[in-house]
RNA sequence: GCGCCCAUCGUCUAUCGGUUAGGACAUCAGGUUUUCAUCCUGAAAAGCGGGGUUCGACUCCCCGUGGGCGUGCCA
């Protein structure tokens, strides 16, 4: 049997840096068994999927050293790889279920169904799940509804007892019982495939023969094995790698730790650092080693090695690589990596261009521009609260808005970061004049420094948003905590204000 | 609530029934260095609890406990 992998993200936001590391192991995998290792875009949230994230996801997977033998932008003979062009065939795929009466179509609405929710949720009812309401309508009459154009999405039967079990690759049989698993969306109203749907119809047609992904995953494997069996398909090797953590072993989130693997770029990680830091957590070499290059961790690479307790994702051991790497570079090499970096002649030309107005003498260059070569500001408290006054709240309400509108943004130009900030003045119902302040301090540590915008550009998405979310930081370890209430209440307002998703 | 997954130093981990429980990062102490950093040496630091199985359990089983995930027309 030929070896397939896959690594499927999401185009929905930031590259996540554990997209990177299931994709580490993917690879390694496939490389090792002499297969091919395949990235295919799962882009079936019409609501949240962009181009700009997938170019994005791409361009990270790439700046770390991984590569793939078929995707989007390569190509290959079992594509197209992107979800989003495949529907008819998922449509197809649910029609033959449809005919054979395996699935039905499903007209409750958005509105019935969190209220079912809720009273299974204020009855404290075991089951918690689509009550099957039209699971039971007669087949002609269903028939001539969807004819109708009645809104409806498509369910699959799912049995209501017995067990489901399957062999994990890494844990062993696991057992679940079907009476915890409702009848599931396959196809939405909007005529797209659910996950699950296309993640199997995808997986088959593409000879996936290993499914490695993360523990999220586990509970709705029955799901998946529920659909090879309707389909009647051999389903592929399940092995569910754990999960990465933060410091206080929650899952990996934003809100705690960089996720985004562009933040890693530029505050000045190297890419060979954190891939062979990707490849330490949860795993080991069976020698000890710890610092490799790629195709050392191929040619070794042995999946039952895996260890299954969460990883916690210490940044500081990651720094600690990435320094050890960086003392052992030659000078040349040092040179090449900052270029490769941020320190070039093109960057140079750009920063000449804001900062020639505001020089009088040569030596005020590289004080002036010294933020952007920096990770982490000195602490910039003082500064805002004086810029501040007694208004405090406010303060932090804009640095959140901030927050949440650069998390939205996933393209990064001059025109998307003037936008979030006119979005963040109407919200505050203040100049951009007025506004801008506080944020010069906290991305370039000054009230008085090169132009705003620019500088951004130049920094990065991910080292903005970690800028803000540093101040955020010193503000609150000196007291200027948002209320839960507050935050609450800034929440709506921004969600209704629409910028929100 | 229900279901599932997991459980060794603070953190990442080794150990696949018999070890003084090993390494790495962080921490601390000492040494080298014009400062600092590097570098070298050393120290402190772990088997969640309770039952079994066994001549012998970190290792296998069960029950607790703790953590995580899922329970979406998100993936």
Redesign the pocket.
């Known amino acids: 049997m030929t070896v397939r992998t896959r690594i ?3 185009p ?1 936001g930031a590259p996540h840096i554990g997209t990177a590391y299931i994709a580490l192991f993917n690879l390694a995998f496939a490389r090792r068994h002499g297969g091919k290792f395949i990235l295919r875009i ?8 962009s181009a700009a994230s997938e170019t994005e996801i791409i361009k990270a997977l790439r700046w770390l050293g991984i590569d793939w033998d078929e995707g989007p932008d390569t190509g290959g003979q079992q594509g197209p790889y992107r ?1 989003s062009e495949r529907t008819g065939i998922y449509r197809d795929h649910v029609n033959q279920l449809w005919d054979s009466g395996q699935v039905y179509p ?5 509105e019935r ?1 969190q209220a079912v ?1 809720a009273a ?2 204020a009855a ?7 009550d099957r309401a039209c699971a039971g309508i007669a087949a002609t009459e269903a028939r001539r509804r969807v004819d109708a154009s009645e ?3 498509f369910r699959l039967r799912s049995p209501i007892d017995g067990d489901c079990r399957w062999q ?1 690759r ?8 079907w ?2 698993i ?1 009848d599931q ?1 396959l196809l ?3 005529g ?5 749907l ?2 199997v119809v995808d997986d088959h047609a593409m000879d996936i023969s290993h499914v490695i992904r ?7 494997t029955p799901k998946h094995v529920l659909l090879y069996q309707t389909f009647g398909w051999q389903p592929p090797e399940f092995a ?1 790698l ?2 990465l ?1 933060n ?5 990996l ?1 934003k809100r705690k730790n960089p996720t985004s693997i562009l933040y890693y770029r530029e505050a000045g990680f190297l890419p060979d650092v954190l891939l062979n830091f990707l490849g ?5 070499f ?1 020698d ?1 080693r ?1 610092e490799f290059r790629l195709t050392e961790f191929i040619d070794q690479f042995d999946l039952d ?10 940044v ?2 990651l ?3 990435n ?2 790497r960086l ?1 052992a570079l030659t000078i040349d090499e040092l040179q090449e990596r900052l270029q490769q970096w941020r320190l070039n002649q093109n960057v140079w030309t750009r920063i000449l261009e804001m900062a020639q107005p505001r020089l009088n003498q040569l030596t005020d260059l590289v004080p002036m521009s010294s933020f952007l070569f920096a990770d982490r500001l000195p602490d910039t408290t003082p500064q805002l609260l004086r810029q501040a006054g007694d208004e405090t709240t406010q303060l932090m309400e804009r640095l959140r808005l901030a927050q949440w509108e650069i998390e939205q943004t996933t393209e990064w130009t001059s025109e998307t970061v003037r936008a979030l900030f006119d979005r963040v003045s109407a919200l505050e119902n203040i100049k951009l004049k007025k506004l801008l302040p506080v944020f010069f301090i906290t991305i370039c540590g000054a009230k008085v420094s090169l132009p705003l915008f620019d500088s951004m550009l130049l920094l990065g998405r991910d080292l903005c948003l970690r800028r803000i979310l540093y101040a955020i930081e010193d503000l609150e370890a000196a007291g200027c905590r948002l209320g839960k209430k507050q935050l609450k209440a800034l929440q709506s307002r921004y969600r209704d204000a629409g910028s929100g998703a």
């Not at 799962?42 to 999927?49: G, Q, V, Y």
């Not at 404290?124 to 799940?129: A, P, T």
């Not at 410091?247 to 899952?251: A, F, L, M, N």
Request: include cysteine; charged fraction near 30%.
């Open positions: 499927a993200p999401s929905t799962e882009d079936t949230d019409r609501l949240r999927s979800q499903c007209f409750c609405t958005t169904l929710r299974q949720i404290k009812s075991e089951f918690q799940g689509y809104t409806h999405v994990d890494l844990r062993g049989e696991i057992v679940v019982p009476a915890g409702d969306i939405k109203s909007d797209y495939p659910t996950y699950h296309a993640n993360g523990e999220e995953w586990i509970s709705s569910h754990p999960l953590r410091p206080d072993r929650s899952k989130s330490l957590v949860a795993y080991s069976a000890g710890e090695r895996i260890s299954l307790g969460g990883p916690v994702f210490d500081g051991k720094r600690e690589f320094a050890r003392r």
